[in-house]
């Protein structure tokens, strides 16, 4: 590792795990550049939330390795973390009976790069009451006390799993814009593991999809907005879609004279497939980041 | 970017301390129940005392031994030993992180326990009854063996309740089974419990008994070696690789 451009904040090598019988994640090969701001998309239980335990080393996978800035999770656990700002899917705090500030000191013990006078201005724009108990905290207070902790310590690393969960419209956009500010400020990595994607699509550069513990996407920003594209069509009667095509929605008009896909593949290939049928191409737009992600995990069904 | 090669650690020093503030957090209901406990117990025995009663009978027991084997249920009731706890998100190697934890938890306990000698001798004062007697019944060594047991459990096993409550009732299906089989001693006694229940009585009147120097030394050395062994063996399960 050496922080040059171009390297990867984390890297997985065929990364799998199962949970009894369950695929938690199948030769994961995951690429996060250093500074990018990664969403790992996928359905519930598509592993997500598992691909970043094995980056914490909270969980050991049965094959393949991951690694954080060039350490090895398993071997060089503690180091990993150190570089970490983690918020779980859960929002429920461990130690209930402590008030949010007494377990903001815990965690500052073991951080030294915890920055009180960043906590301070985070425990003021989360609006985070320190004298309350954690276990008294509503799911949004909860979940704005976790900010500050992951924030505090200014970690190279934000593993952020379903950030926005249990926060209403406003206080999501107030949390977004913060965090906005913070990578401003800060010099970090995130993954964001949603599948609220919209939420998140301002601050996402890089895109991975995960599908039954699959990673059967992985690409920058900008690479899934010129391959994901609705194309509106019209065709002749009794026309078929293109078997080779990769279509991830179709809607045909009452008439079935026009046609909207959504495809995957470069424009000019699939624009010359879909004339070599007899359709002619009336429009080309692109689709927003999570119809674009979601059309991975959607194109299988779409026929 | 941040110079990601140079994250400086946490000192070990300041996670131990740290330890020992949140396992008092941690402890404090327990502490709470303790105070009231022997509370109302002054009251009682002073009153009784000056009453002209006894008060106190040096020939008691004390139940410190299982008293610590459940302390360790109350030091970790936060945290989750085999999952996503918050605990394990900490940068610090997961087993020395545990032992710390059972550390902090241990100094409570000996403060505690401390506490209740002083609390003890006090009384036997004021009732005018042998000290040595009494504190010969308070079983120090072994309430620190049980706790370094239990913690064993809470650290190495999933389930630990399940694994009590399992172990008592084979232990009285043993039992049952045994006095069943009562006409034919030698079957009841390979498959029954009553060798178990033998050892445990013997081990109780050894207990009771105030040991020679070397018995008792021998005793302290099994007892505490045994919890130690088995403490670090569940606290391996939590290692990082």
């Known amino acids: ?256 004279r026009e046609v909207q896909c959504s495809t995957i593949g470069e424009q000019h290939d699939v624009t010359a497939r879909l004339t070599a049928t007899g359709a002619s191409v009336r429009d080309v737009t692109p689709l927003p980041l999570e119809e674009a992600a979601l059309a991975f995990l959607t194109e299988e069904g779409a026929r | ?15 131990v301390l740290e330890q020992i503030r949140i396992v008092a957090f941690s402890l404090r209901p327990v502490a709470l129940v303790i105070a009231a406990v022997l509370g109302i117990g002054t009251v009682l025995i002073v009153g009784e005392i000056l009453g002209g009663g006894p008060g106190f009978d040096s020939r008691d027991t004390f139940p410190t031994a299982l008293f610590s084997f459940l302390v360790p249920f109350a030091v970790w009731r936060a945290d989750r030993p085999f999952g996503p706890a918050f605990l394990w998100t900490l940068p610090v190697d997961r087993r020395r992180l545990a032992l710390a934890r059972v550390f902090a938890g241990g100094l409570w306990l000996i403060a505690v326990l401390a506490l209740f000698v002083s609390w003890l001798l006090s009384l036997t004062l004021l009732a005018r009854v042998s000290p040595m007697q009494t504190l010969a019944r308070v079983p120090l060594i072994e309430a620190v063996a049980t706790y370094l047991l239990g913690s064993a459990l809470v650290l190495g096993l999933r389930h630990p309740l399940r694994w009590l409550l399992g172990a008592a009732g084979v232990f009285l299906l043993m039992g049952g089974v045994s006095q069943a089989l009562e006409p034919y001693y030698g079957v009841s006694t390979l498959l029954g419990s009553r060798a178990l229940y033998l050892a445990a009585q013997h081990t109780w009147a050894v207990w009771k008994t105030p040991p020679g120097f070397s018995q008792w030394a021998i005793s302290a050395s099994l007892s505490l070696g045994t919890g130690l062994a088995a403490l670090w063996l569940a606290a391996s399960r939590h290692k990082e690789n």
């Open chain 1, 1 to 256: 590792m050496n922080g040059l451009p171009g390297s990867f904040a984390v890297t997985t090598h065929g990364l799998s795990m199962r949970y009894g019988r369950e695929t938690a994640l199948a030769g994961v090969e995951l690429r996060v550049p250093e500074g990018a701001v990664y969403v790992l998309v996928g359905a519930n239980g598509a592993g997500k939330s598992t691909a970043m335990k094995v980056l914490l080393n909270l969980e050991r996978p049965e094959a393949g390795r991951a690694e954080v800035f060039g350490l090895d999770s398993v071997s060089n656990g503690p180091a990993v973390r150190a570089r970490i700002g983690y918020i779980p899917e859960s929002h429920e705090h461990d130690y209930k009976w402590l008030t949010a500030g007494r377990l903001m000191e815990h965690a500052a013990v073991h951080y030294p790069a915890w920055d009180r006078e960043y906590a301070a201005h985070l425990i003021k724009t989360f609006d985070v009451r320190l004298p309350r108990k954690v276990g008294t905290l509503s799911k949004g207070e909860s979940r704005r006390l976790q900010f500050v902790l992951a924030l505090a310590h200014r970690p190279p690393l934000l593993l952020l799993d379903e950030p926005t969960d249990g926060l209403d419209p406003i206080v999501r956009n107030r949390t977004l814009a913060q965090l906005a500010e913070h990578l401003a400020d800060t010099p970090t990595t995130v993954v964001i593991a949603t599948h609220h994607v919209a939420e998140v699509e301002s601050l996402a550069d890089h895109v991975g999809v995960l599908s039954e513990g699959r990673l059967v996407a992985q690409m920058t920003r900008d690479e899934l907005r010129r391959t994901v594209l609705r194309y509106r069509i019209e065709v002749p009667e009794g026309w078929q879609l293109p078997r080779d095509l990769r279509i991830a929605s179709v809607r045909r008009s009452s008439s079935g």
């Open chain 2, 1 to 15: 970017m941040t110079d990601v090669n140079r994250r400086a650690m946490p000192r070990w020093r300041n996670v």
